[in-house]
Every structure is written in structure tokens, then in C-alpha cells.
Nanobody, 116 residues
Framework: QVQLVESGGGSVQAGGSLRLSCTAS????????MGWYRQAPGKQREVVAV???????NYADYVKGRFTISGDNAKNTVALQMNSLKPEDTAVYYC??????????WGQGTQVTVSS
């Protein structure tokens, strides 16, 4: 089993910043990527940003230029720096880890609320 623990969510006014962090622990074979997804009330979960073990990053169009994902392979951690937050960024943010052979693991989620 792999456990993902997120931290850093909270409430902020529009234009503000938050930083999310996630650490993977447990019986980890090999992580090929880690990332962040989010789910707003009444909506499906959507990808925010992903970083591969090789350091490649991908961002959803709606966060490009505002969010930055970073990772540390040695520590099995991933972080998401969120700047210029908008009310539409309000959601529960989930950490995801892709493990070779065993597939996806998910964190419990952390709430991000952006007020106008």
C-alpha cells in the first residue's frame, strides 16, 4: 500500500497564493509520476498538473502561468504553488501518484477556497 498525505489547503482571497504539499509513504515500488487533481462541487474530478519522475511537467490550460508543480523523487514528494488564485479554483485538491505495476494512488484531499 501507498499512502499519500496532503497539506497546505485553506482559504484565501482572489489574487492570493497557497502552496500544497503531498508526501507518499509506505511500500513504494517505483513512482512514475505524481500530480494534482481537483474536484469542485457538482463537477467531475479534473487534472491540474502532473510531473513525471523524469521531471517533465504538464498543466491544464486553466492554471498555466499561475500554478507551478515541483517534485522530489528521493523524498517521494510533490508540491503545487498556486498564485493569482481565482474563485473558480475553489475545489478539493487531490494528490495522485502513479506507481509502476500497481497503478494509481490517491490522497484524501485538501480543501482550497478562494473568495472574491
Amino acid at each position: 500500500q501507498v499512502q499519500l498525505v496532503e497539506s497546505g489547503g485553506g482559504s484565501v482571497q482572489a489574487g492570493g497564493s497557497l502552496r500544497l504539499s503531498c508526501t507518499a509513504s509506505g511500500s513504494i515500488f517505483r513512482l512514475t509520476a505524481m500530480g494534482w487533481y481537483r474536484q469542485a462541487p457538482g463537477k467531475q474530478r479534473e487534472v491540474v498538473a502532473v510531473i513525471t519522475s523524469g521531471g517533465s511537467t504538464n498543466y491544464a490550460d486553466y492554471v498555466k502561468g499561475r500554478f507551478t508543480i515541483s517534485g522530489d523523487n528521493a523524498k517521494n514528494t510533490v508540491a503545487l504553488q498556486m498564485n493569482s488564485l481565482k474563485p473558480e479554483d475553489t475545489a478539493v485538491y487531490y494528490c495522485n501518484a502513479e506507481e509502476l505495476i500497481r497503478g494509481s494512488w490517491w490522497g484524501q484531499g485538501t480543501q482550497v477556497t478562494v473568495s472574491s
